[in-house]
């Protein structure tokens, strides 16, 4: 294919594996991952590369090696570094970069949620919120709850973990999408009176949100960083039509 059908989408979510997958046929792509999962969810017949590219500048030089036309940062809305260094690589590269970042969640009837700037403010909260949390945040933020005391904490993640840095914990494995039904089971079988969540926003985190609801748990919902700058769009056929506007 011509140089400038080569697209690099920066994945990591459940939108940049269903992007690649829709535009594999028509523009040669390559499907980039941090590596943080043992057992990431890949596109099929797309290529994958695995790993860091060490910053904006070494990103920079790896687009124009591989002579990339076209980027699409599909990572997650709160994957905020790869956002900023993909936006700073692209301009140095002169080269078109899309966000595509899905709504954030809004609270709706009968939620109860407690707004979190982040992390550290979460931990924070929590004591005056529950004594029992799903800390529902992935693994890299787990240790900002070390210092909390006398809680205890349900911790899902897709790998079983190595080490925890909380005391009283109890770790489950998993994957979603969950439906909201096995979530409200989750929630009463580990008697959780509090969910911590980050702002993630689409549908296949959601379901713990409803079940919270369902069971009047109070939501500490942690708000997404800083938005980056550049061109913004919501959805994988929004993302699909960008590329159709820079058909070469
Ligand atoms: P981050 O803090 O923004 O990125 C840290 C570093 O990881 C980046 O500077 C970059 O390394 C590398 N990186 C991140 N995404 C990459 C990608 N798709 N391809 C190649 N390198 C990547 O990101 P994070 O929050 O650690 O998230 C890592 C990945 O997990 C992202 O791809 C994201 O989509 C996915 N994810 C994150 C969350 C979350 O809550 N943060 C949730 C679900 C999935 P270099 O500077 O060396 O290039």
């Given at each position: 294919m011509p140089k400038g059908r080569r697209v690099l989408i920066l994945g990591g979510t459940a939108e940049a594996v269903d992007l690649a997958m829709k535009i594999a046929a028509s523009w040669d792509v390559t499907y980039s991952l941090a590596?943080?999962?043992?057992t990431p969810s890949l596109p099929e017949n797309v290529s994958t590369r695995t790993g860091g590219f060490g910053g904006a500048e070494a990103l920079a030089d790896w687009l124009r090696e591989n002579e990339i036309g076209r980027v699409i940062d599909a990572t997650h809305p709160f994957a905020h570094r790869i956002a900023v260094n993909a936006l700073r690589a692209c301009e140095t590269a002169g080269i078109s970069r899309l966000k595509l970042m899905r709504p954030a969640w809004e609270p709706g009837p009968g939620d109860d949620w407690r707004p979190a700037a982040d992390p550290g403010a979460a931990a924070s909260l929590l004591p005056s919120v529950g004594q029992r949390a799903f800390l529902s945040i992935g693994r890299q933020d787990l240790a900002t709850f070390a210092d909390v005391r006398d809680s205890a904490f349900l911790i899902r993640t897709v790998d079983q973990l190595e080490s925890v840095p909380l005391k009283n914990s109890t770790c489950v494995t998993g994957r979603g999408p969950y439906s909201e039904a096995q979530e409200t089971d989750l929630l009463r079988e580990h008697g959780i009176d509090v969910l911590v969540s980050k702002n993630a926003g689409g549908d296949s985190t959601y379901a713990k949100i409803e079940a919270a609801r369902k069971l009047s748990i109070p939501v500490i919902m942690i708000g997404r960083p800083d938005p980056v700058a550049g061109e913004t769009l919501e959805t994988v056929d929004d993302a699909v039509g960008w590329l159709a506007t820079k058909e070469s």
């Open positions: 590596g943080r999962t043992r």
